[in-house]
């Protein structure tokens, strides 16, 4: 690796003193230098240090996109703590499970959250802080207050295997599992990423995506930074103001998932912009239609870069080169230092052309999943990260995605686990059965169907259950669609066979 920093309170200090008052952040009508980043990370890092949090103690962020962010994400670490992104669109109820399940002993909370933190006091034990950004509570330390200070900070010992940061990502088994990734795991990933890439300190990047999910933290996070570059930081992924921030900024680079894609080939005017900066976007998350990627280099003369990752590894895995051949609906490539081999159920490597799943090897490659022993050893079984997604190789070496082992949907981007969904559909009191699958959309991608049978003698309507569905999950997980059957298809043991099902609801013409 060209890297040679020793853990991610090393970057930030190195690059600080590399290049000093270069912008890293440009959010709106503030900057922030490399040296500000360094300077407010560590009162973020002191503050929390008077408080008793520790190397190795969990503290979560529940925090918009700004640079408050990154000072929070990187003082946290720099004390030889662990931080954890919380998705801001989950509800308090998954929120909730997330801080007991870590152990969080402190919680940062943007003010729109605040009623979700107010409803998880006194249900989360361990969590001694929470700091308030944006509000005054009772109950609530102040963040600006947080950074009155020192920013001198003391040494603390942190290896390049230690754990950083912990993600949480829905399991196919239900409840979210916290995935560890260490030190080491994101310099590598932000090498990775830069290198294949080819991000260098020149570059001016432009970061809308949530910087609680990896690709946005990493991909257009931590290797921007690694190599000195420069972030154009938006709160969220607005197509009215795009094109201009691409035209005020001159951005060279950006990622998105395929909806970000879409809705920008249908923005009107769009066509007319100057969009010269542009070197290229990266698509990952899920899979693109070949014509929507050709339509849009087409309109806006720019190259679309997809790729493949997961946050078990970091953030990305395999992408097609900037400096080579590029295959239009492939994923591409692994990553320098990662390998990928296509295997049987029993983990035998299948033969170019035929489809297996997809395991990698490599430095990226997380460190497990927290407090779950036995997810991360069949995960990781063999010394391979078992993703569940398959694909096939081409006789250049070039993956194809064709399907997912896994039941996940994918919409917009998101990660949706039916399992997830139909526990809690389950709860609701005039559900006797449930069984949720995806449904192809021309924008998301993928939509959620949930397919219902009532109790006997209940009645429940479309509009309402969607609206008890608002209430108890996360927004972009209310289904779309509602089937309501008189009963799902089983096999003898009582499982739902969704094969069957899809079967039968393509039969009906309720799905393609």
Known sequence: MDFTFKNLRDMIETQAARFGDKAVIRFLDEDVTYRQLDE???LVANGLR??????????????DNGPEFYYVYFGIIKLGAIAGPVNCWWQTG?????????????????????????????????????????????GYLSFDDLLKGDNRLEEVPIGWDDISTIVYTSGTTGNPKG????????????????????????EVV???????????????????????????????????????TVAQYRVNIFSGVPTVYQILLNTPGSEKVDVSS?????????????ETIRRFEEMFH??????????????????????????????????????????????????????GEITIRGGHVMKGYFNKPEETAQTLRGGWLHTGDMAYRDEDGYLFIVDRKKEMIIRGGENIYPKELEGILFTHPKILEASVVGVPDPIYGEEVMACVVVRPGETLGEEELR??????????????????RDSLPKNIIGKVLKKELRGVLKKEGKIR
Request: glycine letters at 10%; aromatic letters at 8%; a negative charge.
């Open 179 to 202: 995935v560890l990734l260490s030190h080491g795991n994101i310099l590598t990933n932000s090498w990775q990423a830069s290198k294949l890439a080819d991000i260098s300190e020149r």
């Open 278 to 290: 542009l070197r290229y976007g990266v698509c990952g998350a899920a899979p693109m239609p070949v």
């Open 40 to 42: 407010r990370s560590s």
């Open 94 to 138: 998954e929120i909730q499970y997330l801080l007991n399940d870590s152990g969080a002993a402190a919680l940062f909370v943007d003010a729109p959250y605040r009623p979700h933190s107010d409803r998880v006091r006194g249900e989360t034990p361990a969590l001694k802080h929470m700091i308030a950004r944006g509000f005054e509570a009772e």
């Open 302 to 355: 720019m190259i679309i870069v997809e790729g493949y990752g997961l946050t078990e590894g970091t953030a990305g895995a395999t992408a097609n080169p900037i400096n080579g051949v590029r295959k239009i609906g492939s994923i591409g490539i692994p990553f320098e230092e990662s390998e990928i081999r296509l295997v049987d159920d029993d983990d035998r490597e299948v033969p170019q052309g035929e489809v």
């Open 467 to 484: 609206d008890w569905c608002r209430q108890n999950m996360a927004s972009y997980k209310v289904p779309r669609y509602i089937d309501f």
């Open 206 to 244: 432009m970061c809308f995506l949530p910087l609680f999910h990896v690709n946005g933290l990493v991909i257009t996070g931590t290797a921007p930074m690694a190599v000195g570059a420069q972030i154009v930081l938006r709160k969220n992924f607005s197509a009215s103001d795009f094109w201009d």
């Open 50 to 63: 008077k408080l008793g949090i520790r190397k190795g103690d969990r503290v979560c962020l529940l925090m």
